[in-house]
């Protein structure tokens, strides 16, 4: 298949890295500068000491072109998608993959005019170590569903379940709300606490007292979400545990003095519980401590 991954961030090398064992993948980074390093260097992907290089198809996102594309696949962060949504010219007719976190980007995905459009969730640990290559921290699974779709377009994702490319499973989730809502919880509980305690993912089980914090976030969600805590409890401890060397994409925004993606998950987490009218203290200060974290202190 003919796919065009838009994002040389940490995720988007990722899936490049690995789809284009059974696909023809061109990667659309945002800068000249990334896509002539992975022309010249070839995009790496390190796996505790073992590390492939994968030579690939790579321009800036100023050459766009859907020619031959079959499957465009959305790899950049929620906050950014509405201008590229905006500049980029998708025919209608060219199925797009959105693979964000958090739910900010359903409303978006209402207003697009594309005969089909599908939804990720990433459980995957990935961190990119430079322009040109990415670690991957965590091997976990990538769900697709269908936010609206018609029968023609349907083979491409059974196209993805079934190339079983290894080390990259993707799975079929019927109901995109459920899915997105399992990752919700995940990214609710453990970005902000990783980000704010500046540990990795695993730490928050490992850790007594963080876990105790983790579970009291964790109900605090669950109410304001109004969600049975069982089943999504061991997803989340799931994903942690297969996370747990990862920092977390939002640890790493900290770090690196970048805006955060907490307004498209804390951020809902709260709008949905000032609609229900349900205090959710925790997760208010939790939401502060972040936004404030983005604020770039002068003079110190
Ligand atoms: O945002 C992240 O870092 C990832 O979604 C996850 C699965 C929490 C792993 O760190």
Redesign the pocket.
Known sequence: MKIAIIGGGAVGLLFASFLQEENDVILYTRSEDQSERIRTNGLVRKNGEESVCIPINVQPISKWDTTGIELVILCVKEYMLNDLVKDLNFPANLPLLFVQ?GMGHLSLLKKINTRSLFIGS??H?ALKVNNHTVSHT?I?VTKLAIFQTVEGDRWILDELILQSIKNFPVQFEQDYMVMLTKKLV??AV??PLTAILGVT?GSLLTNNYYQMVFEQLFNEVCLALGIDRHTYYENLVR?CKN?AK?E???LKDVKNDRRTEIDTILGYVLEEAQRKDIKVPLTLAFYHCIKGKEIKEEGM
């Open positions: 976190n990433v459980e640990g965590g976990g995940v990214n453990i970005n993912n994903v996370t990862n977390s994409s939002m």
